[in-house]
């Protein structure tokens, strides 16, 4: 007998397996109950496997997130889901452009990386020879 999954990626019980436990001697009640809950058991470990794994690609998520983009705050982009995550991500995004926008019109000028080269003007005569070796000595 066909059934159709209203929820993808849930389980559902089968009627094959209401049916065997519900023939079950009453003497087998006690063994069906305990393999049950070691059943029950290994879904929570496997449940809690799945929960911290979901939050460890989460964090690598949000690490990613944050040096695609260093421009914004940390302390903005969080989320218990994948949804909430880049939800907040976004938002950060947004306000890191905003405070762009406002603070670099207001004067504050790019300065390029590294010293200026460093330019020694030369002595072009002898007497500015010797005025440049004498002055070094005062």
């Known amino acids: 007998m066909e059934q159709e999954h209203d929820h993808p990626g849930q389980e559902q ?3 094959e397996i209401i049916d065997s436990t519900q023939e ?3 003497g087998d009640a006690g063994e069906g ?3 049950l809950r070691e059943a029950l058991a290994e879904r929570d470990t496997q449940l ?3 929960m911290e794994n979901e939050q460890e690609l989460l964090q690598r998520l949000r690490e990613a997130l944050l040096a695609s983009d260093p421009e914004v705050d940390p ?3 969080t989320g218990d889901s994948l949804a909430e995550l880049e939800e907040s991500f976004a938002k950060a995004k947004a ?3 905003r405070l762009r926008d406002v603070i670099l019109p207001q004067g504050a000028t790019r300065v390029p990386a590294g010293a200026p080269g460093r ?3 030369a002595p ?3 007497f500015q020879k010797i005025r440049e070796g004498l002055s070094g000595r005062s």
């Open 75 to 77: 302390d903005l982009v």
């Open 124 to 126: 072009s005569t002898p």
């Open 24 to 26: 079950a001697a009453p």
């Open 119 to 121: 330019v020694r003007i």
């Open 13 to 15: 019980v089968t009627p």
């Open 48 to 50: 809690l496997a799945r």
């Open 33 to 35: 109950v305990d393999e």
């Open 95 to 97: 306000v890191a452009s």
